[in-house]
Protein backbone atom coordinates (compact mmCIF):
# COMPACT_ATOMS: atom_id res chain seq x y z
CA UNK A 1 0.00 0.00 0.00
CA UNK A 2 1.07 3.71 -0.64
CA UNK A 3 -0.62 6.66 -0.92
CA UNK A 4 -0.65 9.30 -4.10
CA UNK A 5 -0.55 13.52 -3.86
CA UNK A 6 -2.50 14.94 -1.39
CA UNK A 7 -6.61 14.08 -2.75
CA UNK A 8 -7.84 15.54 0.78
CA UNK A 9 -8.79 19.52 0.48
CA UNK A 10 -7.16 20.34 3.98
CA UNK A 11 -9.99 23.34 4.12
CA UNK A 12 -12.87 21.16 3.95
CA UNK A 13 -11.63 17.83 4.34
CA UNK A 14 -13.10 16.75 0.90
CA UNK A 15 -11.52 13.57 -0.93
CA UNK A 16 -11.20 13.71 -4.06
CA UNK A 17 -10.36 10.13 -5.53
CA UNK A 18 -9.23 11.33 -9.36
CA UNK A 19 -7.28 8.70 -12.05
CA UNK A 20 -4.28 11.51 -11.39
CA UNK A 21 -3.78 9.93 -7.46
CA UNK A 22 -4.46 6.88 -8.48
CA UNK A 23 -2.28 3.58 -7.66
CA UNK A 24 -2.76 2.01 -11.31
CA UNK A 25 0.56 3.25 -12.37
CA UNK A 26 2.32 2.25 -9.56
CA UNK A 27 1.05 -1.25 -9.96
CA UNK A 28 1.51 -1.10 -14.13
CA UNK A 29 5.18 -0.96 -13.54
CA UNK A 30 5.79 -3.33 -10.56
CA UNK A 31 3.68 -5.70 -13.04
CA UNK A 32 6.25 -5.23 -15.59
CA UNK A 33 9.32 -5.47 -13.51
CA UNK A 34 8.35 -8.09 -10.98
CA UNK A 35 6.34 -10.21 -13.74
CA UNK A 36 3.47 -10.97 -11.52
CA UNK A 37 -0.02 -10.06 -11.49
CA UNK A 38 -1.84 -7.69 -9.15
CA UNK A 39 -4.92 -7.34 -7.68
CA UNK A 40 -6.63 -3.60 -6.98
CA UNK A 41 -9.11 -3.75 -4.84
CA UNK A 42 -12.53 -1.84 -5.87
CA UNK A 43 -14.33 -0.03 -2.45
CA UNK A 44 -17.41 2.04 -3.28
CA UNK A 45 -16.94 5.16 -3.05
CA UNK A 46 -18.37 8.44 -1.48
CA UNK A 47 -18.56 11.41 -4.13
CA UNK A 48 -16.23 14.26 -2.06
CA UNK A 49 -16.02 11.33 0.96
CA UNK A 50 -13.67 8.98 0.02
CA UNK A 51 -13.80 5.47 0.80
CA UNK A 52 -15.89 4.79 3.65
CA UNK A 53 -13.36 1.14 4.72
CA UNK A 54 -12.35 -1.91 3.34
CA UNK A 55 -15.19 -4.61 3.23
CA UNK A 56 -15.36 -7.90 3.06
CA UNK A 57 -15.22 -7.89 -0.90
CA UNK A 58 -11.56 -8.15 -0.39
CA UNK A 59 -11.89 -11.82 0.97
CA UNK A 60 -11.82 -13.05 -2.48
CA UNK A 61 -8.51 -11.55 -3.44
CA UNK A 62 -6.61 -12.75 -0.48
CA UNK A 63 -8.01 -16.22 -1.05
CA UNK A 64 -6.60 -15.55 -4.66
CA UNK A 65 -3.62 -14.54 -3.29
CA UNK A 66 -3.18 -17.62 -0.83
CA UNK A 67 -3.91 -20.21 -3.89
CA UNK A 68 -1.26 -18.10 -6.12
CA UNK A 69 -3.58 -17.34 -8.87
CA UNK A 70 -2.45 -13.18 -8.02
CA UNK A 71 1.09 -12.15 -7.02
CA UNK A 72 0.01 -9.54 -5.28
CA UNK A 73 -3.16 -7.07 -3.30
CA UNK A 74 -2.12 -3.39 -3.72
CA UNK A 75 -4.46 -0.95 -2.13
CA UNK A 76 -6.22 2.03 -3.50
CA UNK A 77 -4.12 5.02 -2.47
CA UNK A 78 -4.23 5.31 1.23
CA UNK A 79 -5.62 8.48 1.36
CA UNK A 80 -8.65 7.79 -0.35
CA UNK A 81 -9.38 6.01 2.77
CA UNK A 82 -11.36 8.27 5.13
CA UNK A 83 -9.48 7.14 8.37
CA UNK A 84 -6.39 7.79 6.82
CA UNK A 85 -5.48 11.41 7.94
CA UNK A 86 -8.61 11.87 10.41
CA UNK A 87 -8.70 11.11 14.04
CA UNK A 88 -11.08 9.29 16.15
CA UNK A 89 -12.67 6.17 15.40
CA UNK A 90 -12.66 6.28 12.17
CA UNK A 91 -9.48 6.40 11.92
CA UNK A 92 -8.75 3.59 14.93
CA UNK A 93 -11.34 0.94 12.17
CA UNK A 94 -9.39 1.80 9.29
CA UNK A 95 -5.78 0.55 11.34
CA UNK A 96 -7.53 -2.39 12.40
CA UNK A 97 -8.93 -2.89 9.11
CA UNK A 98 -5.43 -2.84 7.54
CA UNK A 99 -4.05 -4.85 10.05
CA UNK A 100 -6.46 -7.55 9.76
CA UNK A 101 -5.30 -8.01 5.72
CA UNK A 102 -1.76 -9.17 7.02
CA UNK A 103 0.69 -10.77 9.58
CA UNK A 104 3.57 -8.64 9.60
CA UNK A 105 3.69 -4.89 9.05
CA UNK A 106 7.38 -3.69 7.00
CA UNK A 107 7.25 0.35 6.19
CA UNK A 108 10.19 1.17 3.90
CA UNK A 109 8.47 4.87 2.40
CA UNK A 110 10.99 6.79 4.49
CA UNK A 111 9.54 10.28 3.01
CA UNK A 112 5.97 10.04 4.65
CA UNK A 113 6.64 10.81 7.99
CA UNK A 114 3.23 12.12 9.34
CA UNK A 115 1.64 9.92 11.73
CA UNK A 116 -1.15 8.55 9.60
CA UNK A 117 -3.21 4.97 9.91
CA UNK A 118 -1.05 3.44 7.65
CA UNK A 119 2.24 4.53 8.72
CA UNK A 120 1.57 4.96 12.48
CA UNK A 121 -1.22 3.65 14.22
CA UNK A 122 -1.29 -0.04 12.52
CA UNK A 123 2.35 -0.52 14.38
CA UNK A 124 0.28 -0.83 17.34
CA UNK A 125 -1.64 -3.66 15.61
CA UNK A 126 0.94 -5.78 14.33
CA UNK A 127 4.73 -7.03 14.18
CA UNK A 128 6.32 -4.12 12.72
CA UNK A 129 9.64 -3.63 11.20
CA UNK A 130 11.75 -1.14 8.71
CA UNK A 131 12.12 -2.05 5.23
CA UNK A 132 15.45 -1.70 3.83
CA UNK A 133 15.44 1.17 2.00
CA UNK A 134 14.33 2.96 5.29
CA UNK A 135 17.24 1.60 6.97
CA UNK A 136 19.89 3.16 4.41
CA UNK A 137 17.59 5.99 4.48
CA UNK A 138 18.00 6.57 8.11
CA UNK A 139 21.54 5.34 8.40
CA UNK A 140 22.84 8.19 5.31
CA UNK A 141 20.91 10.69 7.41
CA UNK A 142 23.68 11.16 9.60
CA UNK A 143 26.31 12.17 6.95
CA UNK A 144 23.59 15.55 6.69
CA UNK A 145 23.12 15.36 11.29
CA UNK A 146 26.84 14.74 12.00
CA UNK A 147 28.42 16.06 8.63
CA UNK A 148 32.24 16.19 7.78
CA UNK A 149 33.01 19.83 7.42
CA UNK A 150 33.00 22.39 5.47
CA UNK A 151 29.32 21.81 5.31
CA UNK A 152 27.54 23.47 2.58
CA UNK A 153 23.54 23.11 2.30
CA UNK A 154 21.49 24.11 -0.82
CA UNK A 155 18.07 24.89 -0.03
CA UNK A 156 14.84 26.16 -2.36
CA UNK A 157 11.08 25.91 -2.30
CA UNK A 158 7.88 27.24 -3.43
CA UNK A 159 7.30 29.10 -0.42
CA UNK A 160 9.25 31.09 2.56
CA UNK A 161 7.08 30.05 5.41
CA UNK A 162 7.09 26.05 5.15
CA UNK A 163 10.59 26.27 5.54
CA UNK A 164 10.83 28.47 8.19
CA UNK A 165 11.74 25.97 11.22
CA UNK A 166 14.09 23.59 9.18
CA UNK A 167 15.52 26.60 7.83
CA UNK A 168 16.65 27.56 11.22
CA UNK A 169 18.02 24.54 12.15
CA UNK A 170 20.02 24.10 8.97
CA UNK A 171 21.39 27.34 9.23
CA UNK A 172 23.16 26.28 12.89
CA UNK A 173 24.34 23.13 11.54
CA UNK A 174 26.30 24.64 8.09
CA UNK A 175 29.13 26.15 7.54
CA UNK A 176 27.96 28.11 4.37
CA UNK A 177 24.17 27.90 2.82
CA UNK A 178 22.99 28.62 -0.27
CA UNK A 179 18.89 29.71 -1.21
CA UNK A 180 17.13 28.84 -3.87
CA UNK A 181 13.91 29.35 -5.61
CA UNK A 182 11.26 31.56 -4.22
CA UNK A 183 13.49 31.66 -0.86
CA UNK A 184 16.13 33.13 -2.03
CA UNK A 185 13.93 35.88 -3.37
CA UNK A 186 11.99 36.43 0.20
CA UNK A 187 15.69 36.81 1.36
CA UNK A 188 16.75 39.23 -0.99
CA UNK A 189 13.46 40.80 -0.51
CA UNK A 190 14.31 41.09 3.15
CA UNK A 191 17.96 42.42 2.75
CA UNK A 192 17.83 44.57 0.52
CA UNK A 193 14.47 45.94 1.03
CA UNK A 194 13.59 45.30 -2.93
CA UNK A 195 10.02 44.98 -4.25
CA UNK A 196 10.36 41.53 -6.01
CA UNK A 197 7.36 40.41 -8.02
CA UNK A 198 4.96 37.27 -6.47
CA UNK A 199 6.46 37.93 -2.93
CA UNK A 200 3.95 38.29 -0.62
CA UNK A 201 4.67 41.14 2.47
CA UNK A 202 4.13 38.60 5.31
CA UNK A 203 6.69 36.61 3.59
CA UNK A 204 9.28 39.05 3.56
CA UNK A 205 8.80 40.32 7.33
CA UNK A 206 9.03 36.44 8.09
CA UNK A 207 12.49 36.22 6.63
CA UNK A 208 13.82 39.32 8.39
CA UNK A 209 14.88 36.83 11.56
CA UNK A 210 17.13 35.38 8.89
CA UNK A 211 18.40 38.23 7.52
CA UNK A 212 19.37 39.64 10.81
CA UNK A 213 20.95 36.38 12.12
CA UNK A 214 23.48 35.91 8.72
CA UNK A 215 24.39 39.51 9.89
CA UNK A 216 26.05 37.37 12.95
CA UNK A 217 26.44 34.42 10.86
CA UNK A 218 27.79 35.31 7.58
CA UNK A 219 26.71 31.86 6.38
CA UNK A 220 24.24 32.66 3.30
CA UNK A 221 25.97 32.59 0.30
CA UNK A 222 24.51 34.59 -2.26
CA UNK A 223 24.53 33.65 -5.69
CA UNK A 224 25.02 37.21 -7.84
CA UNK A 225 23.16 36.77 -10.82
CA UNK A 226 19.58 36.02 -11.36
CA UNK A 227 17.02 35.91 -14.39
CA UNK A 228 14.24 38.35 -13.90
CA UNK A 229 10.98 37.97 -16.22
CA UNK A 230 8.17 40.05 -16.72
CA UNK A 231 5.91 36.92 -16.93
CA UNK A 232 4.72 33.68 -15.53
CA UNK A 233 4.01 32.24 -18.77
CA UNK A 234 7.20 30.80 -20.04
CA UNK A 235 10.20 31.39 -21.39
CA UNK A 236 9.35 34.43 -23.94
CA UNK A 237 11.99 35.74 -25.58
CA UNK A 238 12.32 39.85 -24.98
CA UNK A 239 10.54 38.98 -21.55
CA UNK A 240 13.35 37.93 -19.54
CA UNK A 241 17.08 38.77 -18.81
CA UNK A 242 19.86 38.40 -16.12
CA UNK A 243 20.23 40.80 -13.64
CA UNK A 244 22.96 41.66 -10.99
CA UNK A 245 21.89 41.44 -6.83
CA UNK A 246 24.66 43.68 -6.65
CA UNK A 247 22.34 46.65 -8.36
CA UNK A 248 19.78 46.32 -5.56
CA UNK A 249 18.78 49.68 -4.16
CA UNK A 250 15.85 49.74 -1.72
CA UNK A 251 12.48 50.77 -3.14
CA UNK A 252 13.64 48.99 -6.40
CA UNK A 253 10.39 47.01 -8.04
CA UNK A 254 11.67 44.20 -9.82
CA UNK A 255 9.56 41.62 -11.78
CA UNK A 256 9.12 38.00 -11.23
CA UNK A 257 12.59 36.68 -10.24
CA UNK A 258 12.40 32.85 -11.39
CA UNK A 259 16.55 31.26 -12.15
CA UNK A 260 19.70 31.33 -10.75
CA UNK A 261 21.69 32.17 -13.75
CA UNK A 262 24.46 29.60 -13.76
CA UNK A 263 27.29 32.48 -14.40
CA UNK A 264 26.77 32.46 -10.38
CA UNK A 265 28.57 29.51 -10.01
CA UNK A 266 31.62 30.85 -11.81
CA UNK A 267 31.65 33.37 -9.18
CA UNK A 268 35.36 32.49 -7.28
CA UNK A 269 33.29 33.17 -3.71
CA UNK A 270 30.28 30.45 -4.65
CA UNK A 271 32.91 28.15 -6.62
CA UNK A 272 35.29 27.73 -4.58
CA UNK A 273 33.03 27.16 -1.32
CA UNK A 274 31.39 24.32 -3.30
CA UNK A 275 34.41 23.24 -4.49
CA UNK A 276 36.45 23.33 -1.02
CA UNK A 277 33.01 21.59 0.63
CA UNK A 278 33.52 18.04 2.68
CA UNK A 279 29.61 17.34 2.65
CA UNK A 280 26.83 18.73 0.68
CA UNK A 281 23.41 18.41 1.15
CA UNK A 282 20.94 19.38 -1.76
CA UNK A 283 17.19 20.48 -1.22
CA UNK A 284 16.44 22.41 -4.11
CA UNK A 285 14.85 23.27 -7.47
CA UNK A 286 16.82 26.65 -8.44
CA UNK A 287 14.31 28.08 -10.74
CA UNK A 288 10.38 28.12 -11.97
CA UNK A 289 10.02 24.44 -13.87
CA UNK A 290 9.85 23.74 -16.54
CA UNK A 291 10.84 26.85 -18.69
CA UNK A 292 13.95 27.94 -16.25
CA UNK A 293 16.15 25.12 -15.67
CA UNK A 294 19.78 26.39 -16.56
CA UNK A 295 20.49 27.08 -12.44
CA UNK A 296 19.80 24.08 -11.71
CA UNK A 297 21.42 21.97 -14.08
CA UNK A 298 24.75 24.16 -13.90
CA UNK A 299 24.63 23.75 -9.76
CA UNK A 300 24.52 19.78 -10.14
CA UNK A 301 26.84 19.74 -12.45
CA UNK A 302 29.24 22.45 -10.62
CA UNK A 303 28.86 19.98 -7.40
CA UNK A 304 29.98 17.19 -9.05
CA UNK A 305 32.97 18.63 -10.20
CA UNK A 306 34.27 18.39 -6.33
CA UNK A 307 35.24 14.87 -6.33
CA UNK A 308 35.81 14.84 -2.39
CA UNK A 309 32.72 15.68 -0.87
CA UNK A 310 29.45 13.13 0.17
CA UNK A 311 26.48 14.56 -1.73
CA UNK A 312 23.45 14.13 -0.75
CA UNK A 313 20.49 14.47 -2.81
CA UNK A 314 16.68 15.07 -0.62
CA UNK A 315 13.22 14.84 -2.09
CA UNK A 316 11.64 13.97 -5.01
CA UNK A 317 11.34 16.99 -6.99
CA UNK A 318 15.35 17.60 -6.48
CA UNK A 319 15.68 14.02 -7.94
CA UNK A 320 13.37 15.05 -10.72
CA UNK A 321 15.45 17.83 -11.63
CA UNK A 322 18.29 16.24 -11.69
CA UNK A 323 17.48 12.85 -13.88
CA UNK A 324 15.65 15.31 -16.27
CA UNK A 325 18.42 17.85 -16.39
CA UNK A 326 21.35 15.74 -16.14
CA UNK A 327 20.55 11.68 -16.67
CA UNK A 328 23.79 11.10 -18.27
CA UNK A 329 25.78 11.99 -14.91
CA UNK A 330 22.60 10.47 -12.86
CA UNK A 331 23.32 7.03 -14.53
CA UNK A 332 26.54 7.75 -14.00
CA UNK A 333 26.77 8.21 -9.81
CA UNK A 334 23.81 5.56 -9.50
CA UNK A 335 26.53 3.25 -8.04
CA UNK A 336 28.83 6.30 -6.76
CA UNK A 337 29.56 6.00 -2.88
CA UNK A 338 29.95 9.47 -2.75
CA UNK A 339 26.31 10.20 -3.98
CA UNK A 340 23.16 9.54 -2.01
CA UNK A 341 19.48 10.20 -3.36
CA UNK A 342 17.04 10.58 -0.61
CA UNK A 343 13.55 9.52 -1.42
CA UNK A 344 12.10 11.88 1.16
CA UNK A 345 13.19 15.99 0.85
CA UNK A 346 10.10 16.60 3.56
CA UNK A 347 11.40 14.20 6.04
CA UNK A 348 15.04 14.88 6.01
CA UNK A 349 14.26 18.18 6.60
CA UNK A 350 11.76 17.29 9.74
CA UNK A 351 14.73 14.89 11.10
CA UNK A 352 17.19 17.81 10.51
CA UNK A 353 14.69 20.27 12.64
CA UNK A 354 14.42 17.54 15.05
CA UNK A 355 18.13 16.84 15.51
CA UNK A 356 17.36 12.83 15.04
CA UNK A 357 15.12 10.69 12.69
CA UNK A 358 13.60 9.15 15.64
CA UNK A 359 11.43 11.24 17.12
CA UNK A 360 9.52 11.33 13.68
CA UNK A 361 6.50 9.19 14.93
CA UNK A 362 6.01 6.64 12.06
CA UNK A 363 9.76 5.56 12.83
CA UNK A 364 9.50 5.68 16.39
CA UNK A 365 5.87 3.90 15.83
CA UNK A 366 8.40 0.43 14.91
CA UNK A 367 10.87 1.30 17.84
CA UNK A 368 8.33 1.21 20.12
CA UNK A 369 7.13 -1.87 18.48
CA UNK A 370 10.15 -3.86 18.11
CA UNK A 371 8.63 -6.57 16.05
CA UNK A 372 6.18 -7.57 18.82
CA UNK A 373 2.99 -9.44 18.58
CA UNK A 374 0.26 -6.96 19.38
CA UNK A 375 -1.15 -7.79 23.12
Not at 20 to 42: A, Q, T, W
Not at 253 to 282: H, M, N, Q, W
Request: proline share 5%; aromatic share 10%.
Amino acid sequence: MTHVGRPRNKKTGEINCTPGNSVEPIVEYLERKLHIKFHIPKFNIDSGKGIPGIDTSINLAIKDLRNRNIGGIYLPNTRWFQGEEVGGDVRQSFALQLAGLADVYVNDAFGSWQAHASTYDITKHLPSFAGFLMQQEIKNLSYVLEPTRPFVAVVAGAKYDTKIEPLKEIYKKVDHLILGGVIYNTFLSAKYKVQIEGIPESEVIAAEDLVETDKKGHKIIELPYVVESDTLEGRIPGEYRTISIRDFKKGKGIGYILDVDPKSFEDKRVSSIIGDARTIFVNAVMGFTPHFTAGSEVLDRTIDQNREARKLYGGGDTLQEFKNLCPGLYLAVLDDAQYYFFTGGGSVLKAIQEGSPYGMEPIRGLIENGGKLPK
